[in-house]
């Protein structure tokens, strides 16, 4: 299904490129740039004092004009619930998304076709920012390579539906798609 078939009137954008390519930094920016009321869907929970800081940190990054919404497995209803026309909704990160569902023994096939099904009915502009896992080696054990699978997979079925495809690198976003 193309992009522009969706039935929202929103956008689906997605940024995807290796830790630290700056994809974080350019969908925030991207949002900000928007006219809308700005959300952004967090992902990670804080497990420790390092991710609390960093969590902290990006909550300071994005300011007073931002809501914050947590939804560390709950992420098609939680973007059922706060979707509406005018309303960007910032997903930060597909990949700590699974992350959680995998070491929650969620089932990731279905979670995952709830995600593209809410995707392709929502009203909001959606931008999702996901790490690009699939470059590299092939991981020693059994959940880090289904990590990687299941992440490939969700990526493929992300782009599919998306208006736009961003791979990020060194900061910079090289278009792979633009419906």
């Known amino acids: 299904m193309a992009g522009s078939k969706l039935a929202g009137s929103g956008k689906v954008i997605l940024y995807i490129g290796g830790a630290r390519s700056g994809k ?13 009321e700005l959300v ?33 497995l709950e992420l098609p209803s939680t973007l059922k619930e706060h979707d509406s026309v005018g309303r960007i909704l910032l997903i930060d990160c597909l990949t700590l998304w699974l992350s959680n ?17 809410t995707l392709a009915h929502r009203e909001a502009t959606v ?12 991981p020693d054990n059994e959940l880090a390579r289904r990590f990687r699978d299941e992440a490939g997979w969700l990526h493929q079925e992300v782009a599919a539906i998306a208006d736009e495809v961003l791979l990020v690198a060194a900061g910079l976003a090289l278009p792979l798609k633009n419906d």
Do not use: C, F, K
Not at 46 to 51: F, H, N, S, V, Y
Not at 127 to 138: A, H, K, P, R, S
């Open 24 to 36: 974080s930094r350019l969908a925030q920016a991207r949002a900000e740039s928007m006219a809308g």
């Open 40 to 72: 952004y869907v967090a992902t990670a929970e804080a497990g420790d004092a390092e991710m609390s800081a960093r969590i902290a940190r990006h909550r300071a990054d994005r300011g007073a004009s931002w809501r914050t919404i947590e939804a560390p």
């Open 127 to 138: 931008i999702l920012v996901t790490n690009e896992v699939g470059m590299g080696i092939v």
């Open 101 to 117: 569902l995998l070491l929650a023994g969620r089932d990731v096939p279905s979670a995952r076709r709830a995600l593209i099904d």
